[in-house]
Every structure is written in C-alpha cells, then in structure tokens.
C-alpha cells in the first residue's frame, strides 16, 4: 500500500544531542513537509522541499535542519540548537499539480 | 506568514444536532482551501475540499466566500464519532504550496 511512514513513533532524546526523524513515501509525490504540533497549537511549518536536492525553511527553521538526496525521503534533524524540541512532528508530501497533503502517523519527540 | 483564524471551541453537542464552524484567513492571494480532521495524538486527515460554489458530502457541507476570506463547514445529524478537532487549512503560493493551518475546532458530541 502506498503511503508516508514516519518513523520512529516515539523518541527520546537528551539535551544537547542531536536527533533525526524519519520520513518515506512511495506515492511518488513531489513535495515534501515537515511540521511541528504543540498542545493546543495548529500545525507550523519547519521545512518544505519541491524537488530533490532543493529545499527552503519555512516559518520556524531555527534549530532544525533537512536533506533531500532522494524523492522518497526528507529526514529531519532536530538540532541542540532548539531549544524547546518536545512536540509532534509530521511529515506531509503532495503530488504535483495537487495542494491536499498526506501525512505520516507522526513522531512524538520527548526532551528528557 | 499570514493567519487562519479558527474558534478554538470546544462545541459540546448532543447527537442529532447540526453545528457550525467558522474560519478566516488573512492572505487574499490565498488560493486553496480544506477542513482536516485530527483525533487526539493522531495525524491530520483530509476532510473535504472546499470550492467557491460550496460543496456537499454527505453530511458535510463547506462553504466559501472570497470577498469576505471566512470558510465554514456545517455537520448535520451529528454522530460520536464525528468527535474530533477540525482543522482550517488555506494553501499560499509563497510557502512552495505549503499548507497554512488554524489551530483547529473542537468537537465532541455526547450521547
């Protein structure tokens, strides 16, 4: 079945280390998102990419950052530089030509 | 980027009943427009699009009005399972097609 599989579900991470989470599709979309959830809070978008090996930050890059060597991957590196990392992280792809996303079932990244 | 404006609720209604949800959005140049449908700690999933003719689904129906920026969506003949938070979400050509979303609506409906 085609789809987004994020992985893993949910993370732990200690301060001050580095994490990446992990995002595939095989729906052969083009585009790639990533956003962050906080309690509450509507999605906020951290990165997007259009195509491979091109990709822009979206409004709060800060502390975070990408790679797009593959049209089926876009993993996302959660930095030391954030300072406030807990949240819910998804990933989303569109086909070209389309704007309705999918989303992967999310990551759950803990700061302890 | 520019803002989606949603009531945050929560709507408490009784199964059977007919509610109502509102949304702005602040960018003219906006171009598409959805309500997604988030469970708690699950990941967003499309709902319906929504056209300047308005459209149907079932029983969904969204509504949208250009000259005013405001999106609604209407549920009749409430179910539980249509408890939920319903999210408002425009498209902007200047985030790459990126999605832009209000901070959703919450709906529970009780027996």
């Known amino acids: 079945d085609g789809g987004i599989t994020q992985s893993p579900k949910y993370l732990f991470r200690k301060e001050g280390q580095n994490v990446t989470l992990s995002c595939e599709q095989n729906?052969?979309?083009?585009?790639m998102y990533w956003y962050r959830q906080d309690p509450g809070q509507g999605l906020r978008l951290i990165y997007y990419?259009?195509?491979?090996?091109?990709?822009q930050k979206g409004d709060i890059a800060e502390g975070y950052s990408v790679s797009r060597e593959k049209k089926e991957s876009f993993p996302l590196t959660v930095t030391s530089a954030q300072k406030n990392p807990t949240a819910f992280y998804l990933c989303?792809?569109?086909?070209?030509?389309?704007?309705?996303?999918?989303f992967g079932q999310g990551t759950r990244l803990t700061v302890v | 980027r520019k803002e989606v404006e949603q009531d945050p609720g929560p709507f408490n209604v009784p199964e059977g009943a007919t509610v109502a949800f509102n949304c702005t959005y602040s960018n003219s140049a906006s171009q598409s427009f959805f309500w997604y449908r988030q469970d708690c700690r699950k990941e967003p999933k499309l709902l319906m699009s929504?056209?300047?003719s308005g459209n149907e689904d079932g029983r969904f129906t969204a509504q949208l009005n250009r000259a005013s920026q405001y999106i609604s969506l209407l549920i009749r003949d409430s179910k539980l399972s249509d408890s939920a938070t319903y999210l408002c979400?425009?498209?902007?050509?200047?985030?790459?097609?990126?999605?832009?979303f209000g901070k959703g609506t919450s709906l529970l409906v009780t027996p």
């Open positions: 990419s259009q195509i491979v090996n091109d990709f």
């Open positions: 979400v425009v498209n902007e050509l200047n985030s790459g097609y990126a999605l832009n």
């Open positions: 989303a792809s569109t086909p070209a030509g389309r704007t309705e996303a999918f």
């Open positions: 929504v056209y300047s």
């Open positions: 729906l052969n979309h083009d585009a």
